[in-house]
DNA sequence: GCAAAGATTTGCT
DNA sequence: GCAAATCTTTGCC
């Protein structure tokens, strides 16, 4: 279960770690919403490797996104993380979101602005938590169960509550047709501040999962 | 070798 | 609610 583990980046004072609240599912070569949907190629190599290890790749020209590999090898398949809902390190997020910004738009404009945000809004999007992480396709290949990666991921705590898990349709993949437009393989926590897509963050239109 | 579109975010109308 | 920013990857000539 990734829904709930800790994503984490760095040690000593700038740890910076987050609760994975959302993902979305892109599975197989036949899925037309994938990466993966055009075979092997140079980008989405690693999907096509072991699982456990970051995919990282850049759209739109600007945002990175990190995906977490989670098929044996010749299966492509990963998990995008889309939203993380910050535990430690927020200080350490707001200054990788500014100096992220500030390299593309007015600095003193965007460091207010981030300055401003709540915590919950630091990660919460694909590409936002690859801005608070520092995260760049230079981590394409990291192997995130290695105890001593830059970025990795450890279990959710023992003894935790049982998240309240839903489901829905993937985000920004207008391009698939059905049935994968439809695949309801974005998982989220219900409710939580920090899923992204406000007004569908709620349970109810999709069914309570695992 | 060139044209088109993309697993997004932000700001303005 | 709509369009811009921005550049890599894919697809076709």
């Known amino acids: 279960m990734v829904l709930g ?12 770690v987050g609760r994975i609240v959302e993902l979305e599912a892109y599975i197989g ?19 096509f490797g072991p699982p456990g290890v970051a995919y990282v790749y850049l759209v739109y020209g600007m945002h990175n996104c990190l995906n977490i590999v989670t098929e044996a090898p010749g299966r492509p398949a990963a998990l995008l993380i889309r939203a993380v809902e910050p535990v430690a390190g927020e200080a350490e997020m707001r200054l990788a979101r500014i100096r992220r910004a500030g390299a593309h738009a007015d600095y003193e404009r965007a460091r207010q602005q ?47 509550e049982p998240l309240p898990v839903a489901t829905g349709p993937r985000i920004g993949i207008g391009f698939a047709p059905e049935p994968w437009l439809s ?28």
Do not use: Y
Request: net charge positive; aromatic share 4%; charged share 25%.
């Open 5 to 16: 583990a800790l994503l984490v980046s760095g040690d000593g004072p700038g740890r910076r």
């Open 29 to 47: 070569l036949e899925d037309m919403a994938s990466h993966a949907r055009f075979g092997r190629t140079k980008r989405n190599a690693v999907m």
């Open 114 to 160: 981030i300055e401003r945000l709540p915590s919950s809004r630091l990660a919460s999007g694909p590409g936002l938590v690859c801005a608070a992480f520092s995260i760049e396709r230079g981590h394409d290949g990291l192997d995130l169960c290695a105890g001593n990666s830059e970025l990795r991921l450890c279990d959710a705590p023992a003894g935790d």
């Open 183 to 210: 695949r309801p393989w974005r998982f989220f926590v219900a409710g939580n501040p920090a899923v992204s897509v406000p007004g569908r963050n709620v349970a109810g239109h999709g069914q309570v999962a695992e």
